[in-house]
């Protein structure tokens, strides 16, 4: 049944495809392919690439299995690095959010890698908004994100300290946008990862972090921190209770972390198109779809085109949010 199963997968693939791009079934098909994680294993990133790799196999793109290489250092950039000096075949493809390729552009002075010219969109895979949260250093009382502000402007210095997962990340910058907003001189610490910002906040040293809901989800459900705001342009589907930024009149801060795959620049059009059809038939896989669902991601293809729109487009507004905030790019 497994075996009369695989074939079926496959044939459905490959039959979409060769109506699509006029190519031989298995004219693309590598025995194994390669997946570039730039983070390590069991983050949000390394979790949608296992789950999609797990499903990309029996297709046109992949015969066997699709393995994933974590790459880890430089907050993903080494993967992306690797990437750009990958064949131009296909057989080493790249999972990463869009702070790797529509930030770092804007953060880095001396970024190894050009995600517009040295890359070619493949797919959009999931994503998943920013949220703020209090711990027990913030009153009961403070139940809104207007409350939250108000109690801040009693010490701002000691009261406007929110954690994130380091500068020039992404929660940096809609933490720097909020204070803006707010017109408070709120102060963004430094964390090397959302974890040890987390234990602060539950153990009080810190009254907030910024970071994706990804991370905050399971002390949420806890009663151990509070999420006062989401970033998404609507309510999170996994927190329907809690209003965004713009709800609560922030309608400038809109902001979502995009996990995509992106191949080399000069992969052929064939092989795009192969590995788009394998990875979008792997994101409509029930498992594939409660595995990241249970951590808060919302999965969701997209054509090369699609992905490829809005990466420039998010590329062009981060550039013009970074430097509204007054951000220097760093070596």
Not at 3 to 31: C, D, K, S
Not at 78 to 97: M, Q, V, W, Y
Not at 232 to 253: C, H, K, M, V, W
Request: glycine share 10%.
């Amino acid at each position: 049944m497994k075996n009369r199963r695989q074939f079926i997968n496959f044939g459905a693939h490959a039959t979409l495809l060769a109506t699509l791009v006029n190519v031989p079934a298995w004219a693309q098909a590598f025995e194994s392919v390669k997946v570039l994680v730039g983070f390590a294993p069991g983050g949000a990133n390394d979790l949608v690439a296992r789950n999609i790799a797990n499903k990309m196999g029996n297709s046109l793109y992949v015969k066997g299995s699709a393995l994933v290489d974590n790459r880890t250092g430089a907050s993903g950039q080494i993967a992306c690095t690797a990437l750009k000096s990958a064949p131009n075949d296909g057989s080493i493809i790249l999972c990463s959010p869009f702070s790797c390729t529509a930030l770092y552009p804007h953060v880095y002075k001396s970024l190894s890698y050009d995600p517009l010219n040295d890359f070619v969109s493949v797919s959009k895979v999931a994503s998943f908004p920013l949220a703020i949260s209090i711990g027990p250093a913030v009153p009961l009382s403070v139940k809104s994100l207007q409350e939250y502000i108000a109690w801040v402007k009693g010490d701002v210095k000691l009261r406007g300290l929110y954690g994130t997962t380091g500068a020039g990340s992404i929660a940096h910058f809609v933490g720097a946008h909020m204070a803006i907003e707010s017109g408070l001189d709120m102060g963004a610490v430094a964390y090397r990862g959302s974890a040890p910002a987390i234990v602060d906040v539950i153990g009080g040293q810190i009254p907030a972090i910024l970071t994706g809901i990804t991370d905050l989800l399971p002390h949420a459900k806890g009663g151990k921190i509070r999420i006062l705001a989401t970033s998404g342009a609507s309510r999170n589907n996994f927190l329907p209770d809690i209003p965004t930024y713009s709800e609560q009149g922030f309608t400038q801060i809109i902001a979502e972390e995009v996990v995509a795959f992106h191949l080399p620049s000069k992969t052929p059009r064939s092989v795009i198109d192969a590995a788009n059809l394998s990875i979008n038939f792997a994101l409509k896989d029930p498992d594939v779809i409660k595995a990241l669902g249970a951590v808060g991601l919302t999965v969701g293809g997209s054509t090369p085109e699609e992905l490829d729109k809005l990466l420039i487009s998010e590329y062009a507004r981060w550039g013009r949010l970074i430097k509204r905030i007054g951000f220097t790019a760093q070596s």
